[in-house]
């Protein structure tokens, strides 16, 4: 049975290193040179220092996530996909939120890549000129999720954004309303493809684009607000293409407490099929995305790559519209 007062210090001075290099030894063995690699590994064997004991047990390779908000369910959703996947085969997952901060995620993602992971999940296509050298430089496999749009040839999971916004908007303008505002949130690059989807429809026809963001987190109070803006901006509106569930939500209710009827005064469509707009009366149009689904994929295609097999690097998982009865 090994000494138990051996101690690391002790270890070092035998093999005539500092503790320092012990613990490194450790860790990551492939960090010293393999003539102090043998003197240590020699001492050990020499007092009875179980080498593998010492390391501890094997970690769990690990992938990191980075999200821009751990307070919307779209990513909840992702976040499940991606574990029902990663936990199933052995790997952990290390989530970091950057607060839709280009700034933030620059930073993060410079940490991450100095952690030793296997593979790196990323929720936006436009990052810092800093961040993308970093990630371009990576030596392990980095994939976008919610888009399709990626200039720098990584796995891309999602849908298309542009023609989302572009068929919605269409929906709306069938149904027979000509004032159609878009009211966006943190004018993120997906949010921007929304809208010039949006924009693309109203040109089609003649039609002016008309744009509202507040820069926030899209929530049911920021909704409620919009509207008021809207009706004050553009009295004429009769529709509203919101990008997030949640603002169309607010705008229904306080269409509701306006006494404003919906549909027939004013249309409104959500986006994402999130479920607090499945609660609503009447029911909440939406562009319907498949979270869970992407957050599946794209850990199935990552993993396959960390473990070099062959596999797709490019997935559409599509839309679709659904009318409720908001429009």
């Given amino acids: 049975m090994r000494n138990q007062r051996v101690t690391l210090q002790d270890i070092a001075q035998l093999a005539d290193v500092t503790k320092m290099t012990v613990s490194r030894f450790l860790r990551t063995p492939e960090k010293v040179s393999p003539e102090t690699r043998e003197r240590i590994t020699k001492v050990m064997e020499e007092v009875g220092y179980p080498l593998e004991e010492a390391r501890g047990p094997a970690k769990a390779p690990r992938i990191g996530i980075l999200v821009p908000s751990f307070n919307n369910q779209i990513f909840s959703d992702l976040l499940a996909g991606i574990e029902s996947v990663t936990s199933a085969q052995g790997f952990q997952t290390l989530v970091v939120n950057y607060d839709y901060s280009k700034e933030r995620e620059e930073e993060h993602i410079i940490n991450l890549l100095g952690y030793q992971l296997a593979g790196l999940i990323l929720t936006d296509s436009v990052h810092t000129l800093k961040a993308d050298k970093y990630l371009n430089a990576a030596e392990i496999p980095v994939a976008q999720v919610m888009d399709l749009d990626d200039p720098h040839g990584r796995i891309a999971v999602g849908f298309d954004n542009q023609q989302a916004g572009y068929d919605m908007a269409n929906t709306l303008l069938a149904s027979g309303k000509q004032h159609v505002v878009y009211f966006g949130s943190m004018s993120d690059a997906r949010d921007q493809k929304r809208y010039q989807g949006y924009s693309r429809a109203m040109n089609e026809r003649g039609l002016t684009p008309v744009h509202i963001t507040?820069?926030?987190?899209?929530?049911?109070?920021?909704?409620?607000?919009?509207?008021?803006?809207?009706?004050?901006?553009?009295?004429?509106?009769?529709?509203?293409?919101?990008?997030?569930?949640?603002?169309?939500?607010?705008?229904?209710?306080?269409?509701?407490?306006?006494?404003?009827?919906?549909?027939?005064?004013?249309?409104?469509?959500?986006?994402?099929?999130?479920?607090?707009?499945?609660?609503?009366?009447?029911?909440?149009?939406?562009?319907?995305?498949?979270?869970?689904?992407?957050?599946?994929?794209?850990?199935?295609?990552?993993?396959?790559?960390?473990?070099n097999l062959p596999t797709i690097e490019r997935v559409d998982l599509h839309y679709r519209i659904s009318l409720g009865g908001t429009i």
Avoid: W
């Fill in 214 to 307: 507040p820069n926030k987190v899209s929530s049911v109070s920021i909704g409620a607000g919009m509207l008021a803006m809207a009706r004050q901006l553009y009295p004429q509106t009769n529709a509203i293409l919101c990008t997030n569930d949640d603002i169309a939500v607010g705008v229904l209710q306080e269409c509701i407490k306006l006494g404003i009827r919906v549909p027939q005064d004013m249309a409104i469509s959500g986006f994402h099929g999130l479920d607090i707009g499945l609660a609503t009366t009447p029911l909440l149009a939406s562009v319907i995305t498949p979270r869970f689904e992407m957050g599946k994929v794209v850990a199935e295609i990552l993993l396959k790559k960390i473990r």
